[in-house]
Each structure stands twice: as C-alpha cells, then as structure tokens.
Nanobody
Framework: QVQLVESGGGLVQAGGSLRLSCAAS????????MGWFRQAPGKEREFVAA????????YYADSMKGRFTISRGNARGTVYLQMNSLKPEDTAVYYC???????????????WGQGTQVTVSS
C-alpha cells in the first residue's frame, strides 16, 4: 500500500513562490510514477505535472509550463512541485498522486494524498 502526504501549502502573494512536497511511503514506492493535480473551489480537478519513477521524464499541463517544476528527491520517495510567479487563479487544493506501470504519462492514478491548500492573494 502506498501512502502519500503533501505539505508546503499556504498563503502567498501574487508573484511569489511555493514548493510543495509529497512524501511517499510503501515498499515499492520508488517504482511509481508520480503526479500533481489541483482542484479549485467549484471546479473539476485538473492535472498539473507528472514525473517518471526514475526522474527521467516529466510532463506538464500546457498552462503550467514555465512556472511549475516537478522533481524527485534523492531517495525518490519524495516528489516536489516548485511553483513560481504564482497567480490568484493558482489558488486550489493541490494533490499528489501515484501510479505504478509503464504507461507514460499516466492517465489514471491509483493512490492519492489528502491535499494541501495553496492560496494566492492579489
């Protein structure tokens, strides 16, 4: 069983930066492809970025390219989302997700964290 715990959310002014972390635990977690999603109030959950299990490939939603960067920690059990030049419309709950398998990028994720709130003030 894979468990995911996000952290790093908070309140930031427009133009600021935040780095979210996702701590993944489980026997084979280092073999999982990982992703970040977000859900704003009243909106559907949307894909943000994904990273391959070995860190060799990344994939971003078009609207996130250039401002957001996904990476894995040295132990590969931790995934980060560096968010720069934040805008009020980036306000959302951000979720970490994991998917085991060779399909890239993943279209379905098996495990989800509880989410961390990011609020960007104007």
């Amino acid at each position: 069983q894979v468990q995911l715990v996000e952290s790093g959310g908070g309140l930031v002014q427009a133009g600021g930066s935040l780095r979210l972390s996702c701590a993944a635990s489980g026997r084979t977690v280092v073999s999982y492809n990982m992703g970040w999603f977000r859900q704003a109030p009243g909106k559907e959950r949307e894909f943000v970025a994904a990273i391959r299990w070995n860190g060799a490939n990344t994939y971003y939603a078009d609207s996130m390219k250039g401002r957001f960067t996904i990476s894995r920690g040295n132990a590969r059990g931790t995934v980060y989302l560096q968010m720069n030049s934040l805008k009020p419309e980036d306000t959302a709950v951000y979720y970490c997700a994991a998917r085991y398998g060779n399909n890239w990028p993943p279209t379905v994720y098996d495990h989800w964290g509880q989410g961390t709130q990011v609020t960007v003030s104007s």
